[in-house]
């Protein structure tokens, strides 16, 4: 009952934000992120963790100006996706979205090979995936399955509106397979953190683990990898798609054939986006949850023996 009521109470608030004009919503949007940063201080540490770790050198002022740009950024988010099918079609959206390097993207959207398309906690991923459905182009997204059943259903509806289709994170493996197999286009958020055993790289600055399959698929295959973002420009409801980086199996750089390496390589074209606009990044999301493990000589060995 509770998860139901949750729904409803969600649904009632994207109702009134639909009918709206943006611009409205702009500002309250405003108004409320600088309620959560000045007023309910809400996970405070954890986002000036977060931007003190990447940016050593900002005073407390830039802090909180950072956190108030994000939870601006944010809270629009929300808004432009409870919008966004009333407002951007398959005939206007050349009004509402800019292509950066729509001739690379288009030429790895429509190959006959799959497409390794990673992204991450930054600008509205949401809408890159829409726009991509919305102009012909349907993708695969593994996510995790929410706790809410009715706002997981609700979500997966928009984003399957145009042709985006959830994978859940837990036992889609086989899934995943038949869509690389068939030639699909695969979504990834790359940044998610993978606990100690993950693969440890260096993430704007800072120690990070990031789940090694997401370079397998295309070391071990034939998908091009496509670091891609979806961010907000001067306005609400106007967006810039961009590519930052293309590894590609039949060009590959010598130095990115191993896990560790692609997973760099990868991690630093999501940090070339970011750093652009660092406020349309989630401070928000721990990222930087652990330490990596000191291995002893002991292990090393026991994990190369195993490897063997």
Known sequence: MRKFLEYILIQIAISFVQVLPIGMCDRMCRLLATVIVDN?????????ENIIGVFPSADDAQ???MARS???????MGCEIAQAPRKIHDTNWRKHVYIRDIKQMTNYLIDYRPLVAVSGHFGNFEMGGYVTGLLGMPS?????TMDNPYLDDFINKFRGHNGQFILPKDGSATAVQEVLESGGILTLLGDQHAGTKGCW???????????KAVALFTLSGNAPMMVSYCKHTDRPLHFEIGCTGVADPLDLDPSLK???????????RLADAIYEAPEQFWWVHRRWKEKPVRRTKKRRLEESGSAS
């Open 40 to 48: 309910i201080k809400f996970r405070e540490k954890v986002i000036r």
């Open 63 to 65: 802090v909180k100006e």
């Open 70 to 76: 994000m939870w601006h950024h944010l809270l629009l």
């Open 140 to 144: 695969y997204t593994v996510a995790r």
């Open 201 to 211: 790289i260096d993430f704007l600055g800072r120690p990070a683990a990031c789940h």
């Open 258 to 268: 191993d896990v560790t390496s692609l997973t760099q390589w990868y991690n630093d």
